[in-house]
């Protein structure tokens, strides 16, 4: 009797929000392994906010999905059957692959995962994995942030938002946080070291932004996009620098989305707008880890984590994302770790 | 009896375009020169987009003009009297001063001209004072344009524009220009050597770019703004800089503006947009004079200059810019030029 493997499929493009029949779970028996092929078992899943992005027909960075396709995402987890030489049954790999608990895969996307000393499975994969590595790049490569500077970034108690912050308190800079509850602003600075915080519920964003940065802003990392993205470049420092990390706010439009209105301060202020895909760094990945764990161990970053249980929610879960339902790195527990 | 002397005054801050009664020209005695004082009469005055932004109360690169005070612009003339060490009777000066055809001043703004062998005192002044460099550091030092390169400029027969293009071609880029008429699109490809040249009256500058520039843009020199810089985003190649060097089609805008509606394509194509104002590089200005003088004597750089007469006319003049109205780098001639 053959195992069954479950798999999300891409049933029908969104034009707006995600619904329910966004994607469809479906079981299927699991095929033979090939020469050169493993069975890999999911642990967890990294849920992502750039995850609708690969379901729109935009042209992004990456081919759109093709409905009927297998959903795509990161994951972590353990080689269980292999006649893969590079990975052998009982290590663990980790990669850009689909949302399923079973894969037979030819090891294309995926790669060994190099355990780091210290740190929890769950803890490197769904923190450092892809949110450390994209906070390092965006705050401190695009960034380009220094002692002294006042950054400001948005989605702040985001998994890249609170790193981004912790990253610039630990290079000396002001920083101020914006974020959607008073729970989560009292983390960021109570817990995280944050100079200050703005719940975009309660107040303007611009006004908070006057009060917290009365010197104005020399890095703005951006996650949400909008009014946020506008009372940064309002308040921004001759020569500043604005980092373009996500647009959340925007990918589900069903229309052309304006772009931020103060856009004139790019002259005015002499900015530089850029924008950046951490897939792109790939191959730098286990100097950023290295660096960052290191900082996890010391206790220097923090973070904290959302665990959703079971492949069969995953859907509902993504949701959360685009309405600030998370509470830290949004996962979902696919399988156990192993022992 | 005293000299009298002529100036525009801002009288009213203009809430969309600039209209008859947003400056007014009024006479006045010329004042006795004190120590360290010159007397200023003026040849010739360049008009240039920017003029308008500091008509406005915007947060901008200047201090916003203060209604009452005499009209800002760039000028060269001849000092006809001089209590001042470092600008004798008879040299000529050129700096950021008022619209007037004599002024006395402390030299504040102003500093000597050195004339360019081989180049006349309009083509010095109207091609190579300011729009020279703001071409040649927008193109090479901003956008980085390497050969090979498929370069967009807008606004490509302006002062600015044509510059961009030819310094472009110099560099062994494909350049693909837009402007507003079939004269001056056959001037671009047919005398200043463009690939190709899109006539915004008459196609959609979207489509035209996609068949012009099939393989998509490496650079995009925005002058102008709205529709034109989205047509670009749309087709940027993955890593390609955007360089914001105007926005004339915003600044006579009565409300907010929306930024480009595919901004989102900083992200999905790792995009930098950056703006830059020409006066921040004013101490490099020798270096870029020498060079372009020297593409000018050669016959690689070509131009024209559309020179307006007299001071009286010089609001009428500066509205053609923001109506394209203009043939060539608008000056207003306000005096003769010495022998």
């Not at 779970?25 to 642990?43: A, H, K, Y």
């Not at 795509?72 to 399923?100: Q, Y």
């Not at 630990?170 to 719940?199: P, Y």
Request: net charge negative; proline share 4%; hydrophobic share 40%.
């Amino acid at each position: 009797m053959s195992q069954v493997a479950r798999h999300w499929y891409f049933n029908k493009r969104p034009t707006g929000e995600i619904e329910h029949d966004t994607l469809v779970l479906r079981s299927e028996p699991v095929p033979e392994l090939q020469d050169g092929e493993f069975l890999f078992r999911s642990i967890y899943m990294s849920l992502d906010a750039t995850n609708r992005v690969w379901m729109s027909d935009w042209d992004t960075y990456m081919e759109p999905l093709p409905v009927g396709a297998r959903m795509l995402g990161f994951l972590i987890g353990e080689v269980v059957k292999s006649r893969h030489p590079d990975f052998p049954v009982g290590s663990l790999a980790t990669g850009l692959s689909t949302w399923s608990d079973y894969i037979v895969t030819d090891g294309e996307g995926f790669s060994p995962f190099v355990s780091l000393q210290g740190v929890s499975l769950a803890d490197a994969f769904g923190t450092l994995a892809v949110a450390g590595p994209t906070a390092y790049v965006g705050l401190l490569e695009i960034g380009k942030a220094k002692p002294g500077d006042t950054v400001v970034v948005t989605a702040a108690a985001g998994a890249v938002g609170a790193l981004v912050g912790q990253i610039a308190k630990i290079h000396g800079c002001r920083v101020i946080g914006i974020a959607g509850s008073r729970e989560k602003c009292q983390w960021l600075t109570e817990d995280l070291g944050f100079d200050a915080a703005i719940n975009y519920r309660e107040e303007d964003v611009l006004e908070g932004l006057r009060r917290e940065a009365p010197d104005g802003i020399d890095v703005h990392f951006e996650n949400v996009g909008g009014e946020f993205l506008d009372a940064g470049l309002t308040l921004m420092n001759n020569y500043g620098r604005v980092v373009i990390c996500g647009l959340i706010s925007t990918y589900n439009a069903t229309g052309p989305v304006p772009g931020p209105y103060m856009f004139r301060n790019v002259i005015m202020k002499r900015l530089v707008i850029e924008g950046f895909v951490i897939l792109d760094y790939a191959a730098h990945f286990a100097t950023y880890h290295e660096k960052l764990a290191e900082w996890m161990r010391s206790g220097q970053l923090k973070y904290r984590i959302h665990m959703e249980e079971g492949l069969d929610g995953a859907l509902d879960a993504l949701r959360l994302l685009y309405t600030g339902g998370n509470n830290g790195k949004l996962m979902v527990r696919i399988g156990a770790v192993p022992n």
